[in-house]
């Protein structure tokens, strides 16, 4: 069959219809589209992306770490807002709160020590021998120094409004380092 173009020529059958209209959309689609992908290019690109994901995905973990640390760096500087406010200077009804906080109903110290608690920290808080100042520090998740004898990191507010990530021991400390 030879096909003529612009209507010359005697004019297809059926048959020849349906194949030179399917040969036309192939060709159009190959246009719009090109080739397409091989086999081996497909397997390709999903065994670089498998090998991307497993790279991002070992961080993750860390990542969690991470963020949890920041929520309790956030709740202790909460924590050192709610202490001024409460008390305005006196901190000497800071020494008398219980330990844990639980029995401090609807207190927002509680609900801030329950949240440092649910991220993996645990609030501390000691006033001065004099009553005038406070501290308040968790432990963080994260961890300084070599993997096989790692530091144990805090964060440490207090009432003179200074805040800092440290590994010395807090215990007998009036004030952050």
């Known amino acids: 069959m030879k096909i003529v173009k612009n209507g010359a020529g005697p004019a297809p059958s059926p048959k020849e219809h349906l194949v030179i209209r399917s040969v036309r959309k192939h060709e159009e689609r190959n246009a719009l589209f090109g080739a397409g992908f091989t086999l081996i290019e497909m397997l390709v690109v999903i065994a670089v992306i498998g090998i991307l994901s497993s790279v991002l995905l070992a961080g993750v973990p860390l990542i969690k770490e991470r963020a949890k640390d920041t929520r309790i760096i956030q709740e202790l500087n909460q924590v050192r807002s709610v202490a001024e406010a409460l008390y305005d200077g006196d901190y000497d009804a800071l020494e008398n709160l219980p330990k844990p906080f639980e029995s401090i109903a609807g207190s927002e110290l509680r609900l801030l020590a329950e949240d440092i608690f649910a991220q993996g ?57």
């Open 121 to 177: 920290g645990e609030l501390n808080v000691r006033k001065t021998l004099d009553g005038t100042n406070f501290i308040a520090y968790s432990p963080l998740n994260s961890r300084v120094g070599p993997s096989e004898n790692p530091e144990i990191e805090y964060f440490c507010v207090d009432s003179s409004g200074r805040a800092i990530r440290t590994t010395s021991d807090l215990t007998f400390l009036s004030r952050c380092p």
